[in-house]
């Protein structure tokens, strides 16, 4: 994890986080065009939007994640947690810690936000990632349903 550095986004990391969110669309195989990405970014550098991102870069300041999360009521606890949306590291930088990295930051921003909680959600077929996020957070017995409209 040495020289790996996470900071919030800002509006000079532009190209990098469009490469790596080309990246994270891809590796789940979802389409990607300059419309979406303008909305998100637009979200991401908001400051009155509930969406927030991170950069994570190595020791040479090479972007090698991303991670976007938000605010989200938990009616049922009468209080607002947080929602991890994406996280994302280049597949030349996975086992560097960078993941591990926003994922702390994420906590500590949560801390200062008051969460008592966050959460997320993951493919079944992720191992990788899977691996990670069983030796940092706790799997949940819920499952997820989608209703397109």
């Not at 209080?79 to 086992?95: K, M, N, Q, S, Y």
Request: glycine share 8%; charged share 20%; net charge negative.
């Amino acid at each position: 994890m040495s020289g790996i550095t996470i900071a919030l986004l800002n509006a000079e990391d532009i190209n990098d986080w469009r490469r790596l969110y080309d990246g994270y669309a891809e590796f789940y195989q979802v389409p990607m065009n300059d419309q979406i990405a303008a909305t998100t970014w637009g979200w991401l550098l908001d400051r009155n939007h509930v969406m927030t991102g991170l950069i994570a870069k190595d020791g040479h300041g090479t972007a090698i994640g991303l991670a976007h999360f938000r605010d989200m009521p938990s009616p049922l606890r009468g209080a607002t947690v947080g929602f991890l949306d994406d996280l994302f590291v280049e597949p030349a930088a996975r086992g560097s810690g960078s993941a591990k990295l926003m994922l702390s930051e994420i906590a500590q921003i949560g801390r200062d936000r008051g969460w008592p909680l966050f959460r997320w959600i993951t493919a079944d077929n992720n191992y990788r990632a899977r691996s990670l996020y069983d030796q940092v957070a706790m799997k949940t017995q819920w499952n997820t349903y989608q209703f397109d409209l």
